[in-house]
């Protein structure tokens, strides 16, 4: 009887157990105290053990098994060992036990019983004396035969029975057998041997492990030797060994991905060439990357998720698709199937990956998606019923909706149909027998118009498109049938032969000429006024009419639109030139057509008519003369002509505008007919109001209006606008004028620019006579005060009052000459200068000047700049300009950049008469000029700085030296901050002579910087 065995070490662990022992323990633990698990006490029979003999049995009484409950009872029987381990049998207990009883019966009735468990283990034993006799054999087998050691043989008796290899091949000799080891007294632990019984090819791998234990009975020493059969999983190593060369050789050559993966840190530890081509990477590269680096971020969550519900739910294999991302980051799709391999979450389990590249398959399936996607909403959307009947049984396997609906059949009641059961009786065959004839004639479609029976019992007339499909060797295996319900169109036959009577009849009657063509333009029907019309002519079909009726220099026009009627259906429609039935002269016609359709759309004929027009075209040609030239007159107009009407709720609508309204207001004509207001929108906030109140006036008063006002303009900016309209009209209450919009933002600009000039002039002449004066003045006392400090003591007490006098007259003959210059009363000294040398001389000043918070940027153009100006004046105007860049910067990271260059011209004029400028910016990035100040900014004694830091002459100056030279300062400030002023000086022709040139003297050499700034 199969019985649970165990082999304890002498604390009670377990080192090795049979199957039964196993499950008898169940869920306890394993190793560390499973004889307590079982209700054992183990340090009292570890106790024991170590106090008994060896070779002993510890018989233990019967305690509950804990798992089985108190109804089953275990008997714990224990042999001591050599080294105190025991050899532990578990079995149920009898009803009453003697513990006591130590008679020859009882042991050999103990032998007999232990007999019958060792033959029941899982390991087989082996017992015999140190003699080699073979005192028992349990469980022992070799090459799927009962072993053929018995009790009594002598294990020398074996000698040659067998052959015995370890695991290398190496062949063991037989002083080298487990058994002859053991008898020599060395220790066989853990040997594993194959054996083969030398007359049986079939042997196994065996494991060996020897103890030597004492005969309770004769004190005799023995080897008892335990023999684990491990034929089957050894076969299994060499069977893995033999198929890794085989996997690798498949791995790197396989035409599919293979992976393997670190599954506690997903990072690749292999892979074969497959894989590095699908995604680009060098093996090298791949290992040092993890799955996530190379899964498409919206697959990683998903990839990760299946992952954990694998390791989660046990299952050791799992397949999925997803995206891997490419060395150069495009996509591939992939069937990946993973096999996990060793404990989930441990440092040596490994995930082994086969990797498909299904993006092709994806692409094709995609594709394949779509067309079905398509078919089935062309389908399901069609105009038309659309079905499939397999053949040549003619059930009915797909029909869309639309099918259904016309025949009042759901679509689940028409799939249980028969072709021939919705077929109107009398039409029953047709369909087969034109699809015969179809075949015969080696064609796969064919029309035809039949009767089809509805659910209710209606009858409709359809028109079928039918496509025959065949098989290989073309057997007709199903119908693809279109079918069009023509019901209202044969309706309309009916009732079109009815109406063509009244139609003829109502065309007699009317006095225009009334034509009825075919499809192609063959003449089917004309009315009695038609013939009179067109006597005397003939008519083509391909050329239409031909002389003497049709002007000769409209026939062609007239057959070019008959043709192109023809040829795409569109209504004809021609203006012609048509003789006089008496041949006296020529009329003019027109003739229109529109084509009749059936109820498929096809056409199925053309009606005209042709109407006498010739008054009505002579008035359009005298209009059409009147209108152009209005509209020359218009285009010339220097403003935009327009008409407005205003109605009794004064609301505006432009009834006419020319076509110069887009450039004047940046409004299309279309706009401002459609939304009037829209030119209100765009008016200056500050002039609407008076804008309004003077139209509105007119309005009221029946009268013309004049006004000017700003407009917005989303390119050009402010511009000013002039209105100049007269009363047309007044009908109803509605108000209608007729004016002339005109921009005169340029002459407004050339009046302010006078009067500011004017002005200029003005203040310039008080300044400098006021300036001379004035220096006259300070000469004198600027004079005396060097001449007493001369002579006077440093130490004088009014030494210091002297020097601050002659300080003050300093700074005010400074001030004098500034505005001597203003005023251009200063002596000028131009000559010809080079702006780029003139600039970069004075660079290491001009940082000194900004100061160390301020840093200046020099871009000089690469090309000679020359020019005729004063250097000291142009110094002056280059210093005080950079003072105001300083001064307008209050960070600490301020940048002023002095820029050169060649300006093409600031005007369209300029640059149409070819003006040529010297350019010299200062650009600066502190906070800018208010526009309120900007306009300002050069009038003399204006400045926007603090009291006491400026004297509001920097500017007023730069502009009079720079007028002086001919040119000309521009400034601009930045919305976001800065401003940028230029100097524009008339460029010199290098090859132009200079006023110096010529003359024997050189230049005179450039004065020194003075405290004039």
Same mark, same amino acid.
């Given at each position: 009887?199969?019985?649970?065995?165990?082999?304890?070490?002498?604390?009670?662990?377990?080192?090795?157990?049979?199957?039964?022992?196993?499950?008898?323990?169940?869920?306890?633990?394993?190793?560390?105290?499973?004889?307590?698990?079982?209700?054992?006490?183990?340090?009292?029979?570890?106790?024991?053990?170590?106090?008994?003999?060896?070779?002993?049995?510890?018989?233990?009484?019967?305690?509950?098994?804990?798992?089985?409950?108190?109804?089953?009872?275990?008997?714990?029987?224990?042999?001591?060992?050599?080294?105190?381990?025991?050899?532990?049998?578990?079995?149920?207990?009898?009803?009453?036990?003697?513990?006591?009883?130590?008679?020859?019966?009882?042991?050999?009735?103990?032998?007999?019983?232990?007999?019958?468990?060792?033959?029941?283990?899982?390991?087989?034993?082996?017992?015999?004396?140190?003699?080699?006799?073979?005192?028992?054999?349990?469980?022992?087998?070799?090459?799927?035969?009962?072993?053929?050691?018995?009790?009594?043989?002598?294990?020398?008796?074996?000698?040659?029975?067998?052959?015995?290899?370890?695991?290398?091949?190496?062949?063991?000799?037989?002083?080298?057998?487990?058994?002859?080891?053991?008898?020599?007294?060395?220790?066989?632990?853990?040997?594993?041997?194959?054996?083969?019984?030398?007359?049986?090819?079939?042997?196994?791998?065996?494991?060996?492990?020897?103890?030597?234990?004492?005969?309770?009975?004769?004190?005799?020493?023995?080897?008892?030797?335990?023999?684990?059969?491990?034929?089957?999983?050894?076969?299994?190593?060499?069977?893995?060994?033999?198929?890794?060369?085989?996997?690798?050789?498949?791995?790197?050559?396989?035409?599919?991905?293979?992976?393997?993966?670190?599954?506690?840190?997903?990072?690749?530890?292999?892979?074969?060439?497959?894989?590095?081509?699908?995604?680009?990477?060098?093996?090298?590269?791949?290992?040092?990357?993890?799955?996530?680096?190379?899964?498409?971020?919206?697959?990683?969550?998903?990839?990760?998720?299946?992952?954990?519900?694998?390791?989660?739910?046990?299952?050791?294999?799992?397949?999925?698709?997803?995206?891997?991302?490419?060395?150069?980051?495009?996509?591939?799709?992939?069937?990946?199937?993973?096999?996990?391999?060793?404990?989930?979450?441990?440092?040596?389990?490994?995930?082994?990956?086969?990797?498909?590249?299904?993006?092709?398959?994806?692409?094709?399936?995609? %594709?394949?998606? +779509?067309?079905?996607? #398509?078919?089935? *909403?062309?389908?399901?959307? $069609? @105009? /038309?019923? =659309?079905?499939?009947? &397999?053949?040549?049984?003619?059930?009915?396997?797909?029909?869309?909706?639309?099918?259904?609906?016309?025949?009042?059949?759901?679509?689940?009641?028409?799939?249980?149909?028969?072709?021939?059961?919705?077929?109107?009786?009398?039409?029953?065959?047709?369909?087969?027998?034109?699809?015969?004839?179809?075949?015969?004639?080696?064609?796969?479609?064919?029309?035809?118009?039949?009767?089809?029976?509805?659910?209710?019992?209606?009858?409709?007339?359809?028109?079928?498109?039918?496509?025959?499909?065949?098989?290989?060797?073309?057997?007709?295996?199903?119908?693809?049938?279109?079918?069009?319900?023509?019901?209202?169109?044969?309706?309309?036959?009916?009732?079109? %032969?009815?109406? +063509?009577?009244?139609? #003829?009849?109502? *065309?007699?009657?009317?006095? $225009? @000429? /009334?034509? =009825?063509?075919?499809? &192609?333009?063959?003449?089917?029907?004309?009315?009695?006024?038609?013939?009179?019309?067109?006597?005397?002519?003939?008519?083509?079909?391909?050329?239409?009419?031909?002389?003497?009726?049709?002007?000769?220099?409209?026939?062609?026009?007239?057959?070019?639109?008959?043709?192109?009627?023809?040829?795409?259906?569109?209504?004809?429609?021609?203006?012609?030139?048509?003789?006089?039935?008496?041949?006296?002269?020529?009329?003019?016609?027109?003739?229109?057509?529109?084509?009749?359709?059936?109820?498929?759309?096809?056409?199925?004929?053309?009606?005209?008519?042709?109407?006498?027009?010739?008054?009505?075209?002579?008035?359009?040609?005298?209009?059409?003369?009147? %209108?152009?030239?209005?509209?020359?007159?218009?285009?010339?107009?220097?403003?935009?002509?327009?008409? /407005?009407?205003?109605?009794?709720?004064?609301?505006?609508?432009?009834?006419?505008?020319?076509?110069?309204?887009?450039?004047?207001?940046?409004?299309?004509?279309?706009?401002?007919?459609?939304?009037?207001?829209?030119?209100?929108?765009?008016?200056?906030?500050?002039?609407?109001?008076?804008?309004?109140?003077?139209?509105?006036?007119?309005?009221?008063?029946?009268?013309?209006?004049?006004?000017?006002?700003?407009?917005?303009?989303?390119?050009?900016?402010?511009?000013?606008?002039?209105?100049?309209?007269?009363?047309?009209?007044?009908?109803?209450?509605?108000?209608?004028?007729?004016?002339?919009?005109?921009?005169?933002?340029?002459?407004?600009?050339?009046?302010?620019?006078?009067?500011?000039?004017?002005?200029?002039?003005?203040?310039?002449?008080?300044?400098?006579?006021?300036?001379?004066?004035?220096?006259?003045?300070?000469?004198?006392?600027?004079?005396?005060?060097?001449?007493?400090?001369?002579?006077?003591?440093?130490?004088?007490?009014?030494?210091?009052?002297?020097?601050?006098?002659?300080?003050?007259?300093?700074?005010?003959?400074?001030?004098?000459?500034?505005?001597?210059?203003?005023?251009?009363?200063?002596?000028?000294?131009?000559?010809?200068?080079?702006?780029?040398?003139?600039?970069?001389?004075?660079?290491?000043?001009?940082?000194?000047?900004?100061?160390?918070?301020?840093?200046?940027?020099?871009?000089?153009?690469?090309?000679?700049?020359?020019?005729?100006?004063?250097?000291?004046?142009?110094?002056?105007?280059?210093?005080?300009?950079?003072?105001?860049?300083?001064?307008?910067?209050?960070?600490?990271?301020?940048?002023?950049?002095?820029?050169?260059?060649?300006?093409?011209?600031?005007?369209?004029?300029?640059?149409?008469?070819?003006?040529?400028?010297?350019?010299?910016?200062?650009?600066?990035?502190?906070?800018?000029?208010?526009?309120?100040?900007?306009?300002?900014?050069?009038?003399?004694?204006?400045?926007?700085?603090?009291?006491?830091?400026?004297?509001?002459?920097?500017?007023?100056?730069?502009?009079?030296?720079?007028?002086?030279?001919?040119?000309?300062?521009?400034?601009?400030?930045?919305?976001?901050?800065?401003?940028?002023?230029?100097?524009?000086?008339?460029?010199?022709?290098?090859?132009?002579?200079?006023?110096?040139?010529?003359?024997?003297?050189?230049?005179?050499?450039?004065?020194?910087?003075?405290?004039?700034?």
């Amino acid at each position: 009887m199969p019985t649970a065995c165990g082999w304890f070490s002498a604390t009670g662990e377990l080192l090795h157990g049979n199957d039964l022992l196993i499950d008898l323990m169940g869920e306890r633990p394993a190793r560390e105290a499973p004889l307590r698990s079982l209700g054992f006490e183990v340090d009292e029979l570890a106790s024991a053990a170590a106090q008994s003999a060896v070779g002993s049995v510890l018989r233990r009484q019967t305690c509950p098994d804990a798992l089985a409950g108190a109804a089953r009872r275990l008997r714990l029987d224990a042999r001591v060992l050599l080294d105190h381990s025991l050899l532990c049998v578990l079995t149920d207990a009898p009803p009453e036990v003697d513990p006591g009883g130590d008679s020859v019966a009882e042991i050999k009735s103990e032998r007999d019983r232990l007999r019958g468990i060792l033959d029941s283990v899982a390991a087989g034993v082996v017992v015999m004396d140190f003699s080699g006799t073979i005192l028992g054999a349990y469980s022992v087998s070799c090459g799927g035969q009962a072993s053929p050691l018995r009790p009594g043989d002598m294990i020398h008796d074996h000698k040659g029975a067998f052959d015995v290899r370890l695991p290398s091949g190496e062949a063991v000799p037989f002083e080298e057998w487990p058994y002859l080891r053991m008898m020599n007294g060395r220790p066989v632990e853990d040997m594993l041997l194959c054996v083969r019984p030398v007359d049986n090819p079939s042997g196994g791998w065996f494991r060996y492990n020897g103890s030597v234990v004492q005969d309770t009975t004769t004190g005799q020493p023995l080897i008892v030797m335990t023999v684990r059969d491990e034929t089957d999983s050894q076969q299994a190593f060499s069977a893995l060994r033999e198929s890794e060369e085989r996997y690798r050789t498949l791995f790197e050559n396989e035409s599919v991905g293979l992976t393997v993966v670190d599954a506690y840190t997903g990072r690749y530890v292999a892979a074969n060439n497959r894989f590095c081509e699908m995604l680009g990477y060098r093996h090298d590269e791949l290992v040092r990357l993890t799955i996530g680096d190379v899964t498409h971020p919206e697959d990683r969550e998903r990839d990760v998720a299946r992952y954990k519900q694998a390791v989660t739910d046990g299952v050791r294999q799992y397949g999925m698709e997803k995206r891997f991302l490419k060395k150069d980051g495009t996509c591939v799709w992939a069937w990946l199937e993973a096999v996990m391999r060793g404990r989930s979450g441990a440092n040596s389990a490994h995930a082994y990956g086969i990797v498909i590249d299904i993006t092709a398959k994806k692409q094709a399936a995609e %594709r394949l998606r +779509e067309s079905e996607s #398509r078919f089935r *909403a062309v389908l399901e959307n $069609a @105009a /038309v019923g =659309v079905f499939i009947a &397999d053949l040549p049984s003619g059930k009915i396997r797909l029909a869309n909706r639309q099918l259904a609906d016309m025949l009042h059949y759901s679509q689940d009641e028409i799939l249980k149909l028969n072709v021939g059961d919705i077929a109107h009786p009398d039409d029953r065959g047709r369909g087969q027998l034109e699809a015969k004839k179809t075949l015969e004639r080696g064609e796969r479609h064919f029309e035809i118009d039949k009767r089809y029976r509805c659910k209710d019992g209606a009858i409709k007339w359809v028109t079928l498109s039918i496509a025959i499909q065949t098989d290989d060797l073309g057997t007709p295996t199903e119908a693809i049938s279109v079918v069009r319900d023509i019901t209202a169109r044969k309706v309309a036959e009916q009732r079109l %032969r009815d109406s +063509e009577a009244r139609f #003829r009849g109502l *065309a007699e009657s009317i006095p $225009a @000429a /009334v034509w =009825v063509a075919e499809p &192609d333009g063959r003449l089917r029907y004309r009315n009695q006024r038609s013939l009179e019309l067109y006597q005397g002519s003939h008519f083509d079909d391909v050329s239409g009419w031909q002389p003497p009726v049709v002007h000769p220099n409209d026939i062609g026009r007239r057959n070019a639109a008959w043709s192109r009627s023809l040829s795409t259906g569109e209504p004809y429609e021609v203006e012609m030139r048509i003789a006089t039935p008496e041949q006296s002269g020529y009329r003019w016609m027109q003739s229109r057509a529109v084509a009749g359709r059936d109820d498929s759309g096809e056409i199925e004929g053309w009606y005209g008519t042709t109407t006498d027009i010739h008054d009505l075209k002579i008035a359009e040609q005298e209009l059409q003369r009147e %209108r152009d030239r209005f509209m020359v007159t218009a285009e010339a107009s220097p403003g935009v002509l327009n008409s /407005v009407r205003f109605t009794s709720d004064e609301s505006m609508e432009f009834t006419y505008l020319s076509p110069g309204i887009y450039e004047l207001t940046g409004l299309t004509p279309s706009q401002l007919q459609s939304n009037a207001y829209a030119l209100r929108d765009r008016v200056h906030p500050d002039d609407l109001k008076p804008f309004r109140e003077a139209v509105l006036t007119a309005v009221r008063e029946r009268t013309g209006w004049v006004h000017q006002f700003r407009l917005l303009h989303p390119e050009r900016g402010e511009r000013w606008l002039e209105g100049r309209y007269s009363l047309g009209s007044v009908e109803d209450g509605v108000v209608t004028q007729h004016g002339v919009l005109s921009d005169v933002t340029e002459s407004r600009r050339l009046a302010d620019r006078l009067r500011d000039t004017q002005k200029m002039e003005a203040i310039g002449r008080l300044a400098g006579g006021v300036a001379h004066d004035f220096n006259n003045l300070l000469a004198v006392i600027l004079g005396e005060a060097e001449l007493q400090l001369e002579s006077m003591d440093p130490d004088a007490p009014t030494h210091e009052t002297l020097s601050i006098i002659a300080d003050a007259a300093g700074r005010g003959s400074a001030l004098t000459r500034q505005l001597l210059t203003f005023s251009r009363r200063q002596p000028h000294q131009p000559r010809e200068l080079e702006l780029n040398e003139q600039v970069d001389s004075l660079s290491k000043l001009l940082q000194r000047l900004a100061g160390n918070s301020v840093r200046c940027e020099f871009v000089l153009d690469a090309q000679p700049l020359p020019v005729l100006a004063d250097p000291v004046q142009l110094e002056q105007a280059l210093f005080n300009l950079v003072v105001n860049a300083r001064d307008a910067i209050s960070s600490s990271d301020g940048v002023v950049v002095i820029k050169t260059g060649v300006n093409q011209g600031e005007t369209v004029e300029e640059r149409l008469a070819g003006v040529r400028w010297a350019e010299l910016s200062v650009t600066d990035n502190g906070a800018g000029i208010a526009k309120e100040a900007f306009d300002r900014m050069f009038e003399p004694f204006f400045t926007t700085k603090e009291a006491n830091k400026g004297t509001g002459l920097g500017l007023a100056v730069v502009h009079g030296i720079v007028e002086q030279c001919g040119g000309k300062v521009v400034g601009r400030s930045r919305p976001e901050g800065g401003a940028t002023f230029r100097i524009l000086l008339p460029l010199r022709d290098q090859h132009t002579t200079s006023p110096n040139d010529g003359s024997s003297e050189p230049h005179p050499p450039r004065p020194r910087w003075s405290a004039d700034l």
